[in-house]
């Protein structure tokens, strides 16, 4: 069983900025595939972004590339979501997800999340 805590949602304006942090729990944090997922109100959960166990790569879904950096210190075991220049669609709830499995595929797939943090609700005015 991994626990997940989210926290840094909150409202902004668009152009703003938010931190979003994800702690896990467990001993092997290193080998956990981690991603970031949204969900806005009336539509299906989607990925936004995932990286690497050593956290040298990184993916993002084309909506945010260039505004969003996710990031992980493993000492803390804690992923991190920095959102810059954010959007009044970008507002949804986001969750922190993790994958025990022992592939090096980032994780981008829903079917393939073992465990979900409980969310936190990120809202952008225009």
């Known amino acids: 069983q991994v626990q997940l805590v989210e926290s840094g949602g909150g409202l902004v304006q668009a152009g703003g900025s938010l931190r979003l942090s994800c702690a896990a729990s467990g001993r092997t944090f290193t080998m956990y595939r981690m991603s970031w997922f949204r969900q806005a109100p009336g539509k299906e959960r989607e990925f936004v972004a995932a990286?690497?166990?050593?956290?040298?790569?990184?993916y993002y879904t084309d909506s945010v590339k260039g505004r969003f950096t996710m990031s992980r210190d493993n000492a803390k075991k804690t992923v991190y979501l920095q959102m810059n220049s954010l959007k009044p669609e970008d507002t949804a709830v986001y969750y922190c997800a993790v994958d025990l499995s022992l592939t090096d595929a980032l994780l981008i797939r829903i079917p393939e999340v073992d465990y979900w943090g409980q969310g936190t609700q990120v809202t952008v005015s225009s």
């Open positions: 990286i690497s166990r050593s956290g040298r790569t990184t």
